[in-house]
């Protein structure tokens, strides 16, 4: 098999991966949500979201192969902004 075959069912892997984890923000959304409490849904919706946009950044950005100095300037500020969302994550909560 090629290296472009490689890549091709890669990219189809993550896609697919992409596609249920869509569904299950959906379905925390509309199914947990509304048992377990709006805060509940926010923070797994926020989680999924993370892990999201983590594999689009590093496959669909190409980020994995960089070098890792530019993976620690990409990861650094994924940090602070987890931070930042659970600092705010009672704020959130108390909103809605």
Do not use: N, Q, R, W
């Amino acid at each position: 098999m090629s290296e472009y075959h490689d890549h091709v069912a890669t990219y189809k892997k993550i896609y697919i991966t992409l596609m249920i984890l869509t569904a299950a923000t959906v379905l925390v959304a509309e199914v947990l949500g509304a048992k377990a409490g709006v805060a509940f849904g926010v923070f797994v919706g926020l989680a999924i979201a993370v892990v999201k946009a983590s594999l689009v950044a590093l496959y669909f950005m190409h980020l994995k192969y960089e070098v890792k100095s530019t993976f620690t300037l990409v990861a650094i500020p994924m940090a602070l902004l987890l931070l930042l969302m659970f600092a705010l994550m009672p704020d959130i909560a108390g909103v809605v």
